[in-house]
């Protein structure tokens, strides 16, 4: 019994229990709690560039051959773009079966556009394609790393990768470091990650507390829409290419059961990035892939965050009878194909993302979002959950494609049989050069070769 409670997804979801019974019954003290998840992202936050730094930068620098880093970026952002597509299409479509929206007959000019007013500013002020090309490039790499700008950062790390890898013998001391300074940063997030129930409770608590369960109700067939589809993305699409990969979705979930609890209590896909790295490289993904793959699909790859907007936006002309034609909704499928790839992994991202293809479509009123106000919290841990298995799923794949992952780790770990993966200080500290994952893969790949 006490090994059980001593699992942390087990805490967790004491934490998310509770949290939603505290709402319930006392739920001023309730909407007190917000900074308890607060903090808890902003800690994860405080280690997540160094991660994805020195990670980027040490998987790169031990490539082999340069022509790997393109043959990984290239497929990377191609299944990027198929599936998150996909997940834009799905929503489109079950929205459009289901008409949530349907018979609310809502006329947008009666409704109080005040709470949305800082979406709103913010859309007004999304960048253009140029802009956002140019925002690739940090001014300087320290304004990166401080405001946590994941492209940015992962552009200067892959330069910084390059450099070192041509520098080869001589960028041994710097690779060393790096290699150190990774698994101290990884210790830190196992301490961190001891927090996770305390922050799922908080940020419950204040949900369930400001938002009330009435606002579930009144919204109920939107909620239940988002997350039938959420799981039936989850489980026949992702599913399929886990199995294509050779990896057991099932076993895949049931690994990563500690940080798909963490996402459901913070409602945020980044409050697990670094441990998600890690678990992705203990089960036998290289590094490089991992380094790449994971914080650019924050990005690029919100599959979740796709099925909302999509499903949001016709939700909205359904209560407000604003009619579309078939060709309105091809259009608001392409637009939201480009304007997806700005959002991030935090909460309210999607919000103003759609906030901003809305008023760009011009024809859908952007003051029917406030309908979705009331919900929007209680959908984002659908979206997070979906965008993390996402991430992780497309990472295998990926791994797959590129012949980067170890299969024969993969089958020993998911059978629990590669070390106990919720031992998070053995996890975090574990030494790749003493028979870690990631070692090993890399001496068979050169023995190989």
């Not at 990377?76 to 018979?103: C, D, K, W």
């Not at 939107?222 to 199995?243: D, H, K, R």
């Not at 500690?258 to 790295?277: A, H, K, N, Y």
């Not at 293809?357 to 979206?383: C, N, Q």
Request: glycine share 10%.
């Amino acid at each position: 019994m006490k090994h059980f409670f001593g699992k942390l997804y087990v805490q967790v979801l004491i934490g998310v229990t509770a949290g939603v019974v505290l709402g319930i019954l006392a739920p001023k003290i309730g909407s007190d709690l917000k900074p308890l998840g607060d903090i808890f992202i902003k800690l994860i936050k405080m280690v997540f560039a160094p991660i994805i730094f020195a990670t980027v930068v040490l998987g790169i620098a031990k490539m082999e051959s340069m022509k790997e880093l393109g043959r990984v970026g290239s497929r990377a952002l191609i299944y990027f773009e198929v599936l998150s597509t996909f997940a834009l299409a799905l929503g489109l479509i079950v929205v459009n079966v289901i008409q949530p929206g349907h018979g609310m007959n809502i006329d947008p000019h009666t409704l109080d556009a005040s709470s949305i007013a800082s979406y709103t500013e913010k859309a007004a002020k999304s960048d253009s394609f140029v802009d956002f090309m140019l925002h690739l490039f940090p001014t300087s790499i320290v304004d990166a790393l401080a405001k946590n700008e994941i492209l940015q950062i992962l552009v200067f790390s892959t330069f910084f990768g390059v450099a070192l890898s041509h520098l080869g013998k001589r960028a041994k001391p710097v690779v060393d470091f790096l290699d150190a300074f990774s698994h101290a940063m990884f210790t830190v997030v196992g301490m961190v990650m001891r927090l996770a129930p305390i922050a799922a409770f908080g940020a419950i608590a204040f949900t369930v507390g400001k938002y009330g369960l009435g606002s579930i109700l009144s919204l109920g067939k939107l909620m239940a829409s988002m997350y039938i589809t959420c799981f039936l993305f989850v489980a026949i699409v992702l599913g399929s290419i886990a199995l294509m990969s050779g990896v057991s979705l099932w076993k895949f979930l049931k690994y990563l059961k500690d940080e798909l609890f963490t996402v459901l209590g913070t409602s945020s896909s980044e409050s697990v990035v670094p441990q998600l790295m890690r678990k992705l490289e203990h089960v036998g993904v290289s590094k490089p892939v991992v380094g790449l793959v994971v914080p650019s699909g924050l990005t690029f790859n919100p599959d979740g965050q796709c099925i909302y907007y999509t499903m949001a936006a016709i939700f909205v002309a359904q209560a407000t009878n604003t009619p579309l034609s078939m060709f309105d909704q091809v259009v608001i499928l392409g637009v939201l194909m480009l304007t997806s790839k700005g959002s991030a992994g935090v909460t309210g991202s999607g919000f103003i993302t759609l906030a901003a293809t809305l008023a760009s479509m011009g024809k859908i009123p952007v003051e029917g979002m406030v309908l979705l106000l009331g919900v929007d919290r209680f959908m984002s841990e659908a979206r997070a959950i979906t965008n993390t298995i996402g991430n992780a799923v497309g990472t295998m794949a990926i791994a797959r494609w590129v012949g980067s992952l170890d299969r024969e780790r993969v089958t020993r770990v998911l059978d629990g049989e590669g070390g106990d993966p919720e031992d998070l200080r053995a996890l975090y500290e574990e030494d790749d050069s003493k028979a870690g994952p990631v070692g090993e893969f890399e001496l068979k790949q050169r023995a190989a070769s």
